[in-house]
Nanobody, 115 residues
Framework: QVQLVESGGGLVQPGGSLRLSCAAS????????IGWYRQAPGKQRELVAS???????NYADPVKGRFTISRDNAKSTVYHQMNNLKPEDTAVYYC?????????WGQGTQVTVSS
């Protein structure tokens, strides 16, 4: 089992960029499918991007072409590069790992896009 810790959030102006990191501790990180979710105030948590154990990626429509998810299994880390950020991207971003029936969440990192 792994534990996940997100970092890299902060305040950025519209059009700016941030890179989030999701660092895993524990074993078998490479076997986990990893997803980035976000939850804005008053809204449900939604899947933003995901990467499988084979490196296949998937993105929600609102972030296609702006966000890129990648993984470095040697460092047990998944990255989330976010470019051309918009105010509507403001949310707490969570990292999620799934291996079979086991799922784990990080504590979240706040991303605020505002001028």
């Amino acid at each position: 089992q792994v534990q996940l810790v997100e970092s890299g959030g902060g305040l950025v102006q519209p059009g700016g960029s941030l890179r989030l990191s999701c660092a895993a501790s524990g074993r078998s990180f490479s076997l986990y499918n990893i997803g980035w979710y976000r939850q804005a105030p008053g809204k449900q948590r939604e899947l933003v991007a995901s990467v499988t154990t084979f490196g296949r990626t998937n993105y929600a429509d609102p972030v296609k072409g702006r966000f890129t998810i990648s993984r470095d299994n040697a460092k047990s880390t998944v990255y989330h590069q976010m470019n051309n950020l918009k105010p509507e991207d403001t949310a707490v971003y969570y990292c999620n790992g799934v291996l079979g029936a086991y799922t784990t969440w990080g504590q979240g990192t706040q991303v605020t896009v505002s001028s």
